[in-house]
């Protein structure tokens, strides 16, 4: 058969790209198989726009040295301690090489954009963002030989053994309907586009969820590896979720969704009710829990509710908030009991104590005699035009992935590492990141396990 | 809502990037928007200015079409740029210039070379016309040069004063207080950002043309029509003190100085407008104002033609044909004279504008 390649990469995101651009710089014929269009190639890195690597000293672009031990001290953080130390360690010690590597293969650098000072030190920005890291790689791929298809959905996979045979195709490509490769990368992502696989795990929630990225992160090649024996990691009910407009569309409304301005309002479910301590922490750790908190409420809506004090406190909004010259107005637009809604507002606003109001630390603003409380940043609601976002979750992530070595080896339900097998990017993340995310770790992931991926299924292939 | 529909999208554009803000590293529009929530029609006119249509936020933009926000910053930014030349133009009633630009510069360049052409034949004899002249005062054997010098001149002024009125109603409109004054370092980032070109860069790696890989030819070509025009000026411009200050009359010998700087600046003024024109003609569709192609072209053409005539009457100014030459390249000239206020032209006069614009907000804003 003439179409046989050494290495076969299956998606088309930051890791796919590494993986490949890592291979074919080992001296491996590469495939790349992107299950979605050109346009919408890359899966969830179109929408990223960093990545957090440990440098030891001030860069360019980054204003102080981020260590390893840091690094692993938030990542032991966010994940509850739900990570694998030998990897996440490994992850860290490589990303700090990723800095320049990555630049190697043309991705430009710039410094935190406007609004993310927090991650000035830690962060590394992408020059243009997600997509333009996306071209470059892409670009350097080409350059150096390797092959891409777009389109090109595979159905199934043959393996035998824990053995990676070939993949098979929906449409033939160069004539062909299997693609046989000595090894494999499988770097398609997770499941979070997949609505009907999610209901297994939340319900009919799950039809009001909004998905962040493209409709194809459909999990299907994860699913064919589990299903054909790899061993599987992380906690497949838990996705990464924020609170997103909820007049976003359902796929794909990418980062400009998103809502920043829970602390400087209330938030209230569809009973007019608040449900959470909208001041209990400060970004970014407080963006990540209000998705899980928004799908818990009633018909996985929610309202931010502010008033017009606050409005420039926060980024500019996609959609503009809906106003009301009164808390009756704008419930009524809200489609909220009005009654409910002052009612809640009213009460709030009469628990509200004195303070120094300052978003950008723990504040002394709090509430006294209402449940929840809110212990930070708590002000009256009371200058009108009142104004409010609906929101609901925003699914980013799945964690569901396959179980993985140091050399980014794909781990078989025995114990045995697979022949030829490996995984990189969020479709093996759970390995690290067990629950909790910090910004721009999914890239470090993909970037890291991407390029060791390569790199092995290479040595691999050329043995 | 703005005055026009393309204001309006433009407004839509500027929300849904001023919620995203990765490009803000690409050029100056983004972080100009950034320093704005909401945007006045100064406001827009003042970013589509700005943008120097390199097209790299449209390829990172993941965004734009076929997503459903569609989101095409380039090519809105260059129909409202468009539209703003004609919304400034001074006087208003010849703003209507704009709509079918390249017909009215063909036909006024057209007119103003056919009357050069029959003002020789008219008031010189066949034998004088195509006869052969040499020497200094050569060219004045067809046409007495207080004649051309006081016809260029008007023409020259009238374009200075049509370009001041027009410039100093966009800049009331981008929101500088009236009588408000740009400082000499805003003014000198702003020479420095339009005589590189920074931000025709792609954000470092060059511009947007036919597909996804990006290259400098534009910027390249943009530089030879540019300096070359510019070379060309200052040829005539030493060329005139030669003849006010030490009574030298041209035609010079091809050493001297209005000779070899008007050679240069014709090779790029032949050079330059072929390349811009392929590239124009290449670029993709997507990030194109088709609707302004005759626009474009008409001002790439007038100065090709100015450029041709030029370096053809160079040459051959030792033979007969210099004399129709001559009519060809005062006419050309003359035509470009005429027609800066309304046509291309204005491009760079309004982007200069509006880097000085942007430098002096960057400056209060690093001060403040």
């Known amino acids: 058969m003439s179409s046989k390649y050494d290495v076969l990469v299956i998606g088309g995101g930051n890791a796919a790209l590494c993986a490949a651009i890592s291979a074919r710089r080992g001296g491996a014929s590469v495939l790349v198989l992107e299950g979605a269009p050109k346009f919408y190639r890359g899966g969830n890195t179109r929408h990223t726009r960093n990545m957090r690597c440990a440098h030891d000293a001030a860069t360019e672009i ?104 070939a993949a098979r195709l929906k449409r033939p490509i160069k004539g062909e309907t299997e693609i046989r490769a000595t090894s494999l990368i499988a770097a398609a992502g997770g499941f979070e586009a997949n609505i009907e696989w999610l209901k297994q795990y939340w319900g009919d929630a799950a039809d009001n969820f909004l998905i962040r990225g493209t409709p194809y992160n ?55 009710q608040r449900f959470y301590d909208e001041g209990e922490d400060i970004w970014p750790k407080r963006y990540a829990i209000w998705g899980r908190l928004v799908a818990a409420q009633p018909d ?119 022949a030829n097998m490996f995984a990189a990017g969020e479709i093996m993340a759970g390995n690290v990141l067990g629950k909790g995310y910090a910004a721009g770790m999914g890239m470090t992931i993909g970037s890291v396990f991407g390029r060791i991926a390569g790199r092995e299924a290479a040595r691999h292939a050329k043995n | ?91 208003q009633a010849l703003s209507g210039a704009f709509a079918r630009n390249g017909l009215v510069i063909s036909i006024v360049a057209a007119l103003s070379m056919a009357v050069f052409i029959l003002g020789f034949a008219a008031l010189n004899d066949r034998s004088v016309l195509l006869g052969v002249h040499t020497g200094p005062g050569a060219f004045y054997k067809l046409m007495p040069h207080n004649a051309m010098a006081a016809l260029f001149s008007a023409a020259f002024l009238y374009a200075i004063l049509a370009l001041v009125m027009s410039v100093r109603a966009f800049w009331r409109d981008i929101g500088t207080p009236i009588g408000g004054r740009a400082d000499g370092g805003s003014i000198f980032q702003a020479i420095r950002d339009a005589g590189e070109l920074r931000y025709l860069h792609g954000g470092g790696v060059g511009c947007y043309n036919e597909d996804d890989k990006p290259n400098d030819r534009r910027k390249l070509y943009h530089h030879l029509t540019f300096y070359g025009f510019l070379l ?112 291309k032209f204005v491009h760079g006069i309004y982007r200069f504008a509006a880097l000085v614009r942007y430098a002096q907000e960057r400056r209060s804003e690093a001060g403040s």
């Open chain 2, 232 to 343: 060309c000026f200052a040829a005539t411009s030493v060329a005139t003190l030669y003849h006010y200050l030490w009574g030298r009359e041209a035609p010079y010998p091809w050493w001297d100085l209005p000779v070899v700087l008007g050679t240069l600046g014709g090779i790029g003024l032949i050079v330059g407008p072929i390349g811009l024109f392929i590239a124009k003609s290449r670029r993709a569709p997507e990030l194109l104002d088709e609707q302004r192609y005759g626009m474009d072209v008409g001002f790439i053409a007038m100065l090709f033609l100015t450029g041709l005539t030029g370096m053809l009457l160079l040459l051959l100014r030792e033979t007969g044909a210099m004399g129709p030459l001559l009519a060809l390249h005062l006419g050309a000239v003359f035509a470009l004279f005429i027609t800066m206020p309304y046509g």
């Open chain 1, 62 to 165: 980054l204003t102080g040295p981020y260590t390893e031990d840091e690094f692993w001290e938030d990542l032991l953080r966010v994940t509850g301690g739900q990570t694998d130390e030998v990897l996440a360690r490994h992850m860290i010690r490589e990303s700090k090489d990723i800095l320049n590597w990555i630049v190697e293969q043309g991705v430009r650098w710039q410094p935190s954009l406007g609004g993310t000072l927090s991650l000035g030190r830690t962060n590394s920005f992408f020059l243009g963002g997600g997509r333009a890291m996306l071209n470059a790689l892409y670009l350097t791929a080409e350059k150096l030989g390797v092959d891409v298809e777009y389109d090109a959905e595979v159905t199934d996979l043959v393996i035998e053994d824990g053995m990676f045979l």
């Open chain 1, 300 to 418: 996985q809506i929610a309202y931010i509710i502010f008033d017009s004090t606050v409005v420039t406190s926060f980024m500019p909004t996609l959609f503009p908030p809906i106003a009301g010259q009164t808390v009756a107005e704008l419930a009524g637009k809200l489609e909220l009991d009005p009654a409910a809604l002052d009612k809640t507002i009213t009460e709030f606003n009469a628990a509200v104590r004195p303070g120094t109001f300052d978003h950008t630390i723990l504040d002394d603003c709090v509430t006294e005699g209402i449940t929840p409380q809110k212990t930070h940043w708590a002000r009256k609601i009371e200058t009108p035009p009142y104004l409010a976002y609906p929101v609901r979750p925003g699914i980013t992530f799945t964690y569901l992935g396959t179980r993985v070595t140091k050399e980014a080896r794909m781990l078989m339900a025995e114990g045995k590492p697979s």
């Open chain 1, 218 to 272: 459909r999990g299907s090649i994860l699913k064919m590896l589990l299903d054909k024996g790899v061993q599987e990691v992380g906690d497949p009910t838990q996705c990464h979720a924020v609170a997103i407009d909820a007049r976003a569309p359902k796929f794909d409304g990418g980062i400009i969704t998103r809502h920043d301005s829970v602390v400087f309002g209330i938030v209230v479910n569809k009973h007019a």
């Open chain 2, 1 to 91: 809502m703005h005055g026009t529909q393309i204001l309006d999208e433009a407004d839509r554009l500027m929300t849904v990037c001023n919620s995203c803000r990765y490009c803000e590293g690409l050029c100056a529009v983004f972080p100009a928007m950034e320093m704005r929530r909401a945007f006045s029609d100064g406001d827009l006119n003042y970013l589509a200015n700005l943008c120097h249509s390199c097209g790299a936020c449209y390829v990172d933009c993941q965004f734009s079409p076929p997503h459903e926000f569609n989101v095409n910053v380039p090519k809105t930014l260059a129909v409202a740029r468009a539209e703003s030349y004609a919304a400034y133009a001074w006087p």
